[in-house]
Structure formats: C-alpha cells, structure tokens
C-alpha cells in the first residue's frame, strides 16, 4: 500500500488540487457519524445525506477511505475531506457506471474483515483495517480480485479525487486537501511578486466557481449520462 506521503506527492504530482469532473453542488452536512478507525484525536465527522450507497455501503466506504489517507500528525485526511460524500456523490452522477462495484465490494471488505479479524471492517483498529487492506490489495479477499482494474484502485482514485477536488465537487471540505499539498487555491490574478521563488502565498479558500469566469456547465460522461446519472 501507498503510504500517506506518496499518496500525497502522487496526488500533487498529477494535478489532483486542480478541479475534476463535475458531479453537483455541495451538500451541507446534517446526520453525525464517526468511522470508528479514525485516529486517535481526529475531529468527529458528520454525514451527509446519501445520494447513492446504501447505509451499510457507506460505513464501510468511509472507513476505508479514513485508513488510505488517514488524519495524522501531519494534518487531516480523506475523513475529514469527505472524500466518501465525494463518491456518494458522483456514484448519483457521472461515476454512476461503477455503482455496482460499490454495491457489492464493501460487503466483500466486511466479510473479509470478520473471517480474518473476527469484527466488522468499521469496528477494527486502524492497524487490522490496514492489514484486511493489504489483503484486499492483494487479492487475498474471496470476490475481490487484485490487479490495475480491481476494487482496491478504484477506490483509492476515488479517494484521492475526494481529497483533493475542488470542493464544489463535494470532497476536500474545509479546503483540508488542499492545505495539505500546500495549494493555495485558484489565482485569477498573479503578481510578480506571487511568481517569487520560496513565496508561500496565503490559502484563498476559494472554489474555481467562487469566480464568474468559471461556469458550473454539466458535464456528460462517456456514456451520454450527465452529472445526475440521466441520458442527456
């Protein structure tokens, strides 16, 4: 598995602070939970209403997504950035191909957990949820296969595409993703002096959409679905 530092610099490297492919407007959150693999001392998360995974789906999603990008000492991670609200999200939108696999892989994770570790995944400490993890990674999980196309990945993309979106996608809450990469936000306007080597500019905490320039146009997807899963 990926450590959190090379998630961090893979994430930066590809331009994953930059704005991804829409799939709404942010959802303010209302219902409290907390994934319980979260590190010790992280800040206490609520949920927002689901658009697309059941309950069940998203206990396990959150926490899973909690143990790929964990909160550390070094700041917050994909729990705090809402990364699974992201994925809810989309899986109601433009991801609503891969719905399937999240109707059924969690499950898979939760089984896995319990045969191996006697618990369900959410109930686990942080270092058995790594462990069910690596498993699953490794195809050692019955009905979750290894390999570029598994599970595993696809989750972890969408793990990091909800960290370290724009926020108007639903990720990245609080710009926590973004802080931590050291992005500082959208700049519509550069001076030379911003253009300075070793200047640290000031975080706007800005949307690309807080900016009339750019417009909240809807995207539709290979498929022909746009951002709510409908034939456009």
Known sequence: MLTRRELLKQAGLAGAAAAIVPAGAVVAPTASTAPSGQAPGAATITREPLEALTAAEADVLEAVCARLIPSDATGPGAAEARAAHYIDRALAGFLAPNRQAYAARPAAIDRHAVKSHGAAFQKLDPDDQDAVLKD???????????????????????????TFCDPFYGGNANFVGWDLLGYPGVRTIVT?????????????????????????????????????????
Do not use: C, W
Not at 202 to 229: I, L, Q
């Open 136 to 162: 699953v990674e490794a195809g050692k999980a019955d009905g979750l296969p290894a390999g570029p196309s598994s599970f595993f990945n696809l989750v972890r993309t969408h793990t990091i595409q909800g």
């Open 192 to 232: 030379p002096d911003d253009q300075r080597m070793g200047i640290a500019l000031k975080p706007n905490h800005k949307s690309a959409y807080d900016y009339a320039m750019f417009t909240k146009a809807t995207a539709v997807n290979d498929d022909g679905r746009d951002e709510h899963g409908h034939k456009a």
